[in-house]
């Protein structure tokens, strides 16, 4: 059972303009959503989280989005640029355990 | 430098030979975790561990062990190892994973290629 779920595998866009990356989730107990980036060869790395109780945190050009009666999460990277190439995950947080999504592959082209 | 280091980084074996990937963190984190990736099903928490001696089932357990005698070090056993856990692991730490946060943000080690034979 997938608790986490990211429908588009790949995402392109221009240099410049607005990336918006989207996750949906199954249980409206989790308590922290959190953004991962990973380049190729390398571990993931924490982007950006927000609370249950927040619908929006911004940090940056990331921005991430709760809706929590559609539980939808999505991220926003404004502007795109090439060095944002990489495989997002969204992860949710319960207690003690972590679910991650299957990953979205951005790609901004110069 | 704060890491979280993984050893081996490749690892190729045959099946049934027990083998151990190791995992250490410098952050005195409190929480560590085990994860694989696998085509498809992006990563899946395999076991883990609020503090020494304090370990959890994650997702996917069956076929992996874990110990955590010391706060740094979390090893990942596969006592027989079978071709469908073929994967990329990666091993990650928290401060915790209470209040959000710094506390839940999971720093990743640079994973291990494993693959069963």
């Known amino acids: 059972d997938q608790q986490v779920k990211q429908n588009s595998p790949s995402l392109s866009v221009q240099e410049g303009r607005i990336s918006i990356l989207n996750c949906d989730y199954t249980?409206?107990?989790?308590?922290?959503f959190l953004w991962y980036k990973k380049y190729p060869a390398e571990g993931p790395t924490f982007l950006i989280s927000i609370s249950s109780i927040k619908d929006k945190n911004e940090d940056g050009r990331f921005t991430v989005f709760l809706n929590k009666s559609a539980k939808h999460l999505s991220l926003h990277i404004v502007p795109s640029q090439p060095g944002d190439s990489a495989v997002y995950f969204c992860?949710?947080?319960?207690?003690?355990?972590?679910?991650f999504g299957t990953g979205t592959s951005l790609t901004v082209i110069p | 430098e704060a890491q979280v280091t993984q050893n081996p980084r490749y690892l190729i074996t045959v099946t049934g030979k027990k083998l151990t990937v190791t995992c250490s963190q410098n952050?005195?984190?409190?929480?560590m975790s085990w994860y694989r990736q696998d085509p498809g099903l992006g990563l899946r928490q395999i076991y883990y561990?609020?503090?020494?001696?304090?370990?959890d089932k994650g997702d996917v357990p069956e076929g992996y062990k874990v110990s955590r005698k010391e706060k740094r070090n979390f090893p990942l056993i596969l006592e027989s190892p079978s071709p469908n856990q073929t994967s990329l692991y990666f091993c990650a730490s928290s401060l915790n994973t209470v209040g959000g946060g710094a506390h839940n943000e999971q720093f990743f080690g640079p994973g291990t290629r494993l693959t069963v034979l």
């Open positions: 249980n409206s107990m989790f308590d922290y």
């Open positions: 992860a949710v947080n319960t207690g003690n355990q972590f679910y």
């Open positions: 952050m005195n984190h409190e929480y």
């Open positions: 561990s609020m503090n020494v001696e304090v370990t």
